[in-house]
């Protein structure tokens, strides 16, 4: 399990030699030590910050591939010794009444957002996405704080209508107890911010595994979370963290101390994940590959379309879990749409993701710029025609052109998500094809339609329509808010995470009844013994 993930983001050189190199870029960057990084860091925290002797990692800067700093990472072990930690005091947090809970939440979310600027430069240094990006991210954290604590107040069941007389019939939620977080590189804070803000409303415990090359943003959030805790005489295990590799993710899968696992990440690992987890009965909450595509109709607005696409697309270099890989483009505007986009891509400035003035940084590490090879020379294999873009950058760091290919709806090279920023061109010539187009690879999370019919609007959200999670109108794949549910259908793997009902995952439900009279009548007017 995992082993298609282990090593592709962790580079280990010895302490002495990291010694040497870290000051050359840990110094550039005083937001670091603001936000309490230094250049050898603690990868565990129990309620107390332990130095971990799972081997100690290096966080690179994928602008330069510069070291930023180091992190001694937990053992398996040292991960086992939070959880015990963790359940020793998780009753405590669940009998906590849940507006008490929703208020250590506030907090949170307050303490977040006094350090969003850090946090978000903290962000774009280590992933990669732009500053602008980075803050929003952070920003995202503090929205869904906000969302959880006023849900707090708001965790209801339903009353029903008994059959017998004399009783009351209603269901009850209660928290899971512990869950354990497993969030990817490219969404550090965020994907955890909705996981966790919305778990400790609902009264659990948590415990974070973030990816292994984001280590110093799962650092930075988790020093902000224990001093929120602490303040308010809380056992900081509570809100547990470890660093580590595939060792530490297969040991929570495979614990039955933890209630919950909910994963980002690769659908081959997510596989993994969901078979070990459902092997013992745990609850699981998958977030997984997105083969997102966008319909541009003849009626659409196509300035609307193309900042649309523009920014799903290219933004972040193509490594949103939503970003646009597929766009349908009808053939009455795929002329004038084609050539706009290429010119937009033409503009598009690439450089350092703490440059004000940059639109797309670097990918986050070596081993997608070799998906990012690879996925050209397969598309140009399948015929496929680089429109724009197609070129690895001779500079130092990660950095690709964001790359527009045109090519024929049957490729398979389309029916696979490559994490980079290339997006395929593809022509059709009537709504029900290009749904079906849609709808034609085997993940499920973002789509969107490009229309100014409202029969078209109709069919596309109806049960002819999208078959992903996320279906939109009129803007693009990416930009999810914060009140929806977050989360798609089919090899994305069917998890909701952020608004609207998706607390339910987080909590267990019991449907109680209540006799409140001196007779025992049976359901359906069973007669037993009389």
């Known amino acids: 399990m995992f082993a298609a993930s282990r090593n592709l983001f962790l580079r280990r050189g010895s302490l002495v030699a990291n010694r040497v190199r870290f000051s050359s870029c840990y110094d550039k960057y005083p937001f670091l030590a603001e936000l309490g990084i230094e250049k050898e860091n603690p990868g565990v925290f129990n309620g107390e910050w332990k130095t971990g002797s799972g081997g100690v990692t290096t966080s690179y800067n994928p602008t330069t591939n510069e070291p930023i700093a180091s992190v001694h990472q937990a053992s398996v072990e040292e991960y086992e010794e939070a959880v015990a930690r963790m359940t020793d005091c998780h009753e405590q947090w669940m009998t906590t009444p849940a507006p008490a809970r929703g208020e250590i939440v506030r907090q949170i979310g307050d303490e977040i957002r006094k350090s969003i600027k850090p946090l978000g430069q903290l962000i774009a240094l280590e992933v990669g996405?732009?500053?602008?990006?980075?803050?929003?991210?952070?920003?995202?954290?503090?929205?869904?704080?906000?969302?959880?604590?006023?849900?707090?107040?708001?965790?209801?069941?339903?009353?029903?209508p008994s059959e017998r007389p004399n009783h009351y019939m209603l269901e009850a939620w209660n928290p899971l107890g512990n869950v354990g977080i497993i969030s990817a590189f490219n969404f550090p804070a965020a994907v955890f911010g909705w996981n966790s803000a919305i778990s400790m409303v609902c009264g659990n415990a948590n415990i974070w595994k973030g990816a292994p090359s984001t280590?110093?943003?799962?650092?930075?959030?988790?020093?902000?979370?224990?001093k929120v805790m602490k303040?308010?005489?809380?056992?900081?295990?509570?809100?547990?963290?470890?660093?580590?590799?595939?060792?530490?993710?297969?040991?929570?899968c495979a614990d039955p101390n933890?209630?919950?696992?909910?994963?980002?990440?690769?659908?081959?690992?997510?596989?993994d994940v969901g078979n070990v987890v459902q092997n013992r009965f745990g609850k699981i909450l998958l977030e997984l590959g997105g083969n997102n595509a966008v319909i541009v109709h003849s009626d659409a607005d196509i300035e609307l379309a193309l900042r649309g696409v523009l920014f799903a697309a290219a933004g972040t270099a193509g490594q949103r879990c939503t970003s646009a890989r597929r766009l349908y483009l009808h053939k009455e505007i795929i002329g004038e749409l084609t050539d706009r986009l290429v010119k937009g891509y033409q503009s598009i400035k690439l450089g350092d993701p703490l440059d004000t003035n940059t639109l797309v940084g670097p990918l986050h590490n070596k081993a997608a710029v070799e998906i990012y090879k690879n996925t050209i020379n397969a598309a140009k294999e399948q015929g496929g025609e680089v429109l724009v873009g197609g070129n690895v950058l001779d500079k130092p760091g990660n950095f690709v052109e964001p790359t527009l290919i045109r090519i024929k709806g049957d490729a398979d090279v389309i029916k696979k998500e490559a994490f980079v920023p290339i997006s395929y061109i593809i022509e059709y010539d009537d709504l029900a094809s290009a749904i079906k187009q849609n709808n034609g690879v085997s993940q499920g999370l973002s789509s969107a339609l490009f229309t100014k019919d409202c029969g078209n609007i109709f069919k596309w959200l109806g049960p002819r329509g999208?078959?992903?999670?996320?279906?939109?109108?009129?803007?693009?794949?990416?930009?999810?808010?914060?009140?929806g549910a977050f989360g798609g259908e089919k090899e994305t793997g069917g998890g909701r995470e952020s608004g609207s009902d998706s607390w339910k995952q987080y909590m267990r439900r019991s449907t109680c009844t209540i006799n409140y009279g001196d007779d025992l009548p049976l359901a359906q007017g069973i007669k037993f013994g009389e």
């Open 466 to 483: 999208s078959d992903c999670g996320i279906t939109n109108v009129n803007i693009a794949t990416s930009g999810a808010e914060i009140g």
């Open 129 to 160: 996405k732009i500053q602008a990006e980075g803050i929003g991210e952070i920003q995202e954290y503090v929205d869904v704080c906000d969302f959880a604590t006023g849900l707090s107040r708001m965790l209801n069941g339903k009353v029903f």
């Open 215 to 226: 280590p110093l943003v799962s650092i930075a959030i988790t020093k902000i979370l224990e």
């Open 258 to 271: 933890i209630n919950l696992v909910s994963f980002t990440g690769s659908t081959a690992v997510g596989r």
């Open 231 to 252: 303040r308010n005489d809380l056992p900081a295990a509570i809100c547990s963290m470890v660093t580590g590799d595939v060792d530490i993710g297969k040991a929570m």
